[in-house]
């Protein structure tokens, strides 16, 4: 017979340390500049689902699906497009069945210069899944992306942030440079497991910096679109202000589905066209930025 599990307030204080400590915010990465003595970083990054989100979630509805072949037929190109025409590289995570479905479009990314990180095996909920089944996936997923792009991820990006309690001995175990599902700081910092640096860079994201928040609809749910894309872009450009001000990081995630339809691509140009106008601005992948990181602390 098992043991009923615990409540919170019945937790030792071991316990509840532990819990804390399992990947936790240690050192400061942010450098005193960026490359080229730059004020400010600025790095975007596009989380290519696609169609995995139905797919996660057993909808077999080719609604639901053509919403994430969207992505790939207009949003990428979209994407691509404005990134080339502003001289800007970025960072794509893919789940790995996204990858196999548009291995074309994962090679030209790769070959534009853009970076190809993990993103899952089919945008999987971590915290849901049975033990040792997201080790295995992760695994099949990084060799799966190698094998597409040619190039070995170097970085992690867990689908929908969902970082589990075992997330961190994974990432720990692949000898990853970094990972971006934590949101304990504004700017770069290493991870730590139980008070121990890990090497580690976290490049931390948050939902106000996220494209889907605002924007996404499900049918047959009360997700609606709530925010006009001009208020998005007040909101994201409030953002880079703060990180300009600070000298600091300003990351950003979008989604092929949702950035790329034709009334919201023109908030991204807009966007990038006004940080580009900022004296001091330097853009770079999040292999770039967590690279620089490490060097500028010292960090082999």
Not at 143 to 157: A, C, F, N, Q, Y
Not at 172 to 200: C, F, K, N, W
Not at 217 to 229: C, I
Not at 271 to 277: D, I, R
Request: hydrophobic content about 40%.
């Amino acid at each position: 017979m098992s043991e009923t599990p615990k409540k919170p307030w019945d937790w030792s204080e071991p316990e509840w340390r532990s819990i804390v400590g399992r990947a936790r915010a240690g050192r400061s990465l942010a450098p005193k500049a960026w490359p080229g003595g730059a004020r400010c970083a600025v790095s975007l990054s596009f989380d290519a689902d696609h169609e995995t989100i139905p797919l996660r979630d057993s909808d077999e509805s080719p609604m639901r699906i053509s919403q994430g072949q969207y992505g790939a037929r207009q949003g990428v190109p979209r994407i691509r497009a404005l990134l080339d025409r502003h001289g800007v590289r970025a960072s794509f995570f893919y789940p790995a069945v996204s990858a196999l479905l548009h291995p074309a479009e994962v090679r030209a990314v790769a070959e534009e210069g853009h970076e190809i990180g993990i993103h899952s095996w089919i945008h999987e909920a971590n915290t849901q899944l049975p033990p040792g089944v997201e080790r295995e996936l992760t695994m099949r997923a990084a060799d799966t992306l190698e094998k597409v792009s040619g190039r070995r991820p170097v970085g992690i990006r867990t689908a929908s942030w969902d970082f589990s309690v075992d997330t961190m001995n994974i990432v720990r175990e692949m000898g990853l440079l970094y990972d971006s599902s934590l949101m304990g700081d504004d700017d770069p910092y290493e991870l730590e497991v139980q008070g121990e640096a890990t090497g580690i860079v976290e490049l931390p994201p948050e939902w106000i910096r996220d494209d889907a928040v605002y924007f996404n609809m499900v049918r047959f749910s009360a997700l609606r679109p709530y925010t006009p894309p001009s208020s998005v872009e007040e909101i994201f450009r409030a953002e880079f202000d703060g990180a300009y001000a600070e000298g600091g990081l300003f990351l950003l995630t979008m989604h092929p589905h949702v950035i790329g339809h034709r009334s919201r691509i023109v908030l991204l140009d807009r966007l990038v066209e006004y940080m580009k106008g900022r004296p001091g601005v330097w853009f770079g992948t999040h292999e770039e930025v967590a690279r620089w990181c490490r060097a500028q602390a010292g960090m082999k």
